[in-house]
């Protein structure tokens, strides 16, 4: 079975840096995409970030980009999210999830839940004013 574990959250003031990890067991495949989310209290779970295993393509949505950046150590299924000039309204849930197979740029899911078959626990970041 897959497994991911995110590690990394916590409190943090504004303009401040944290560093996410997303470990990964049990791939029964060779390529996948794992893709950072996030939940904060009475919102929906927002894709902000995915990286291909196949052929290291990095995908942001428009509210990090610029200040988040992606990378994998896929021969150790590890993925990182380098959060920069963190804003109190980062604050959230994070999760990562993990989807079989390479898309390309034009995969139209890449930031939509749905689009992904596993998922870790989340990790809680919390960004203060």
């Known amino acids: 079975d897959v497994q991911l574990q995110a590690s990394g959250g916590g409190l943090v003031q504004a303009g401040g840096s944290l560093r996410l990890s997303c470990a990964g067991s049990?791939?029964?495949?060779?390529?996948?995409?794992i893709g950072w989310f996030r939940q904060a209290p009475g919102k929906e779970r927002e894709g902000i970030s995915c990286?291909?295993?196949?052929?290291?393509?990095?995908y942001y949505a428009d509210s990090v980009k610029g200040r988040f950046s992606i990378s994998g150590d896929f021969a150790k299924n590890t993925v990182y999210l380098q959060m920069n000039r963190l804003k109190p309204e980062d604050t959230a849930v994070y999760y990562c999830?993990?989807?079989?197979?390479?898309?390309?740029?034009?995969?139209?899911?890449?930031?939509?839940?749905?689009?992904?078959?596993?998922w870790g626990q989340g990790t809680l970041v919390t960004v203060s004013s």
């Open positions: 999830a993990t989807a079989a197979g390479s898309y390309g740029s034009n995969w139209s899911a890449k930031y939509d839940p749905a689009g992904y078959d596993d």
């Open positions: 049990g791939f029964p495949f060779d390529d996948y995409v």
């Open positions: 990286i291909d295993s196949s052929d290291g393509s990095t």
